[in-house]
């Protein structure tokens, strides 16, 4: 009997452009197996990258999900995205903003939810931080794992 592997799929979920996530934090993106893990990204940006092209070369998609002052449009677009992807993980390191993509992952049943920071602090402004305690419990219901990135280059 033949056994089929198919990969894992993973839908990473960024704030900033994606030039700025490979170039400065070094995602390993490069090194996956595309037949062991399908990466797709969402961007909050659509701004003109030379990595797109690479990306859609190895088979991987990228969704530019409409802007988040449209709370409920923005929330639709997750859940189709994540329907149609049926996504094994979903990874994201907007804090706040991924309330709706963690959510719907959550809704869809995307088993594996991380949400994933790059700083210290929840915020450089006052307001926000308070913002951000206040939503913060809200969103840890929603993911499956938390965990603290270290700005390590990749070989």
């Known amino acids: 009997?033949?056994?089929?592997?198919?990969?894992?799929?993973?839908?990473?979920?960024?704030s900033v452009h994606l030039n700025v996530q490979l170039k400065f934090y070094n995602l390993p993106f490069r090194k996956l197996d595309p037949t062991k893990v399908q990466m797709d990204f969402a961007l909050m940006n659509d701004v003109p990258s030379p990595y797109y092209d690479e990306i859609i070369e190895r088979g991987s998609k990228i969704f530019i999900l409409?802007?988040?002052?449209?709370?409920?449009?923005?929330?639709?677009?997750?859940?189709?995205?994540?329907?149609?992807?049926?996504?094994d993980v979903v990874c994201d390191n907007n804090l706040i903003?991924?309330?709706?993509?963690?959510?719907?992952?959550?809704?869809?049943?995307?088993p594996v939810r991380i949400l994933h920071s790059h700083n210290t602090k929840?915020?450089?402004?006052?307001?926000?931080?308070?913002?951000?305690?206040?939503?913060?419990?809200?969103?840890?219901?929603?993911?499956?794992?938390?965990?603290?990135?270290?700005?390590?280059?990749?070989?």
Request: glycine share 6%.
């Open 1 to 14: 009997m033949d056994c089929v592997v198919t990969p894992l799929k993973t839908l990473m979920g960024f």
């Open 66 to 87: 409409p802007s988040i002052n449209n709370v409920y449009h923005h929330y639709q677009e997750c859940k189709k995205i994540l329907r149609d992807g049926d996504y």
């Open 97 to 110: 903003k991924s309330i709706p993509m963690m959510h719907a992952a959550k809704k869809c049943g995307v």
């Open 122 to 155: 929840l915020s450089t402004s006052i307001k926000k931080e308070r913002i951000t305690k206040l939503l913060l419990p809200l969103l840890k219901r929603e993911i499956t794992d938390y965990g603290q990135v270290q700005n390590v280059g990749v070989n």
